[in-house]
């Protein structure tokens, strides 16, 4: 029922590093969230931009090495659609995804921890329906623990040459009328409330 | 210089390098990905099991996963705890109830918005444990690994959501 102590606290220590990032990232905050879908604050496109292209940059470098392994989700065609369906609806109207509104609970936020409550239920409906919604989901088949890569048959190097090419550009277009900040203070994010 | 974690708020840019060189360490240290949702779903379980034990033997759930208190949980533990220290050694501190930009298009209702706090909180949960991971899971950790599932479920919850907002907000101008 529990890993090893050690496993505990390196767990326990990753969460509050992440738990710093996403609230000085200001993404455990109603507006910011529900903005980024209005498309009048880039903030979580940013944030979540930037993670998986040096992500994917540390983990391909390391894979060859053995130090890491990949832990690829199976492409569970009707779970991944409807569930992608569901989870953007819910988190538009809750205004927090899973992580942020744990770390909106550390804000202070009462309507987060209503929601954080919300969200063990619906856990719990799902373990509890789990033999009927498997049998559901899988109708439309799998296509397994596939990668881009795989799929289209090139380097993962190449994929991630592309994206980071993409990321570069979206910087720059978003800072193309506000060049001279950038770079200059890393550490100062907008500085408006929510 | 004064002590970062006293700042409000730091570049989005550098938040999600600091997120991906997490995600580095994570994988190695704990052959893990970053992930959320996880834990929610290993804590519901365990409840069952306390209080009615005989699900373990009628529920498949139980042979496909072993729920337990683990190196995912204490993520979810930790993002709590971390977000306290930020939001206390910063003073954004956010004690509210209802988020204004809620309040002016919905009301003050307290009820109304703890309801749908709730009910979306859920129904965000279900669908992430349909697809097998959420924001973090899929939109951090599986992308980076370039998962096909992970990039489907990410396009899908983003147009999703966008129609959701601009269903619900979309007419509100003064933001």
Redesign the interface.
């Known amino acids: 029922?529990?890993?090893p102590i050690w496993?505990?606290?390196?767990?326990?220590?990753?969460?509050?590093?992440?738990?710093?990032?996403?609230?000085?990232?200001?993404v455990?905050?109603?507006?910011v969230i529900?903005?980024q879908?209005?498309?009048?604050d880039?903030?979580v496109v940013?944030?979540?931009?930037?993670?998986?292209?040096?992500?994917?940059?540390?983990?391909y470098a390391?894979l060859p090495a053995g130090?890491?392994?990949?832990?690829?989700?199976?492409?569970?065609w009707l779970?991944?659609?409807?569930?992608?369906?569901?989870?953007?609806?819910?988190?538009?109207?809750?205004?927090?995804?899973?992580?942020?509104?744990?770390?909106?609970?550390?804000?202070?936020?009462?309507?987060?921890m209503?929601?954080?409550?919300?969200?063990?239920?619906?856990?719990?409906?799902?373990?509890?329906f789990?033999?009927q919604?498997?049998s559901v989901?899988t109708m439309w088949g799998s296509?397994g623990?596939?990668?881009?890569?795989?799929?289209t048959d090139v380097s993962?190097w190449l994929?991630?040459t592309g994206l980071t090419l993409v990321a570069i550009v979206a910087?720059l277009w978003s800072n193309r009328r506000r060049m001279p900040s950038l770079g200059t203070?890393?550490?100062?994010?907008?500085?408006h409330p929510? | 210089m004064s002590n970062p974690l006293s700042r409000k708020s730091w570049s989005p840019y550098l938040v999600g390098i600091a997120i991906g060189i997490l995600s580095w360490f994570a994988f190695w240290s704990a052959n893990h990905p970053l992930g959320i949702t996880t834990a929610f779903e290993h804590t519901a379980a365990l409840i069952f099991q306390a209080v009615y034990p005989p699900i373990v033997e009628t529920n498949s759930y139980f042979d496909a996963e072993s729920p337990k208190i683990g190196w995912e949980w204490m993520v979810v533990l930790g993002v709590f705890l971390g977000s306290l220290l930020s939001t206390l050694s910063s003073g954004d501190v956010e004690r509210i109830k209802v988020p204004q930009m809620w309040k002016d298009r919905f009301g003050s209702s307290v009820a109304l918005r703890f309801t749908v706090a709730a009910l979306s909180g859920g129904v965000m949960m279900f669908g992430a444990r349909l697809a097998q991971g959420c924001t973090s899971g899929h939109g951090i950790s599986g992308n980076l690994q370039l998962a096909a599932s992970s990039w489907l479920f990410s396009v899908t919850f983003f147009g999703a959501a966008v129609v959701t907002a601009f269903l619900c907000y979309g007419r509100t101008r003064h933001v």
């Open positions: 029922m529990f890993d496993k505990l606290l390196l767990g326990l220590f990753t969460g509050i590093i992440f738990g710093i990032l996403l609230q000085k990232g200001r455990a905050k109603f507006r529900v903005s879908f209005l498309f009048r880039w903030t940013k944030i979540m931009g930037t993670a998986v292209v040096v992500g994917a940059m540390g983990i390391l130090l890491v392994s990949l832990h690829i989700k199976p492409l569970v779970g991944v659609i409807a569930g992608g369906v569901l989870f953007g609806v819910g988190m538009a109207l809750f205004g927090y995804c899973p992580g942020t509104s744990v770390a909106a609970c550390g804000e202070g936020r009462r309507d987060a209503v929601g954080v409550g919300g969200m063990l239920l619906g856990a719990a409906v799902y373990v509890w789990y033999p919604i498997q989901i296509a623990k596939l990668t881009l890569p795989e799929w993962p994929w991630i910087v203070d890393p550490l100062a994010g907008q500085q929510t």
